[in-house]
């Protein structure tokens, strides 16, 4: 359960209070480059993995080291 606000139950469906700062944590994320639903593992996270954060935002694919996928 969430510590900083009352959740909600809506049709079945848990909701945070409007404005709850954790209410991120529960939420399925569209990534911002993919369009994949992925769940945040940080506040403001907009891309399903690190190389589409990174294609998101124009960096280099980094081709020196391994690929960890
Ligand atoms: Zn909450
Ligand atoms: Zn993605």
Not at 18 to 36: N, R, S, V, Y
Request: charged share 35%.
């Amino acid at each position: 359960m969430c510590k900083s606000c009352e959740v909600l139950y809506i049709n079945g469906v848990k909701c945070h209070e409007t404005g709850c700062p954790e209410a991120w944590k529960d939420e399925k994320h569209e990534c911002a480059w993919c369009g994949q639903d992925f769940e945040p593992e940080f506040d403001g996270q907009k891309c399903c993995s690190e190389s589409c954060n990174n294609a998101y935002n124009g960096y280099p694919e980094p081709d020196d080291e391994e690929d960890q996928e």
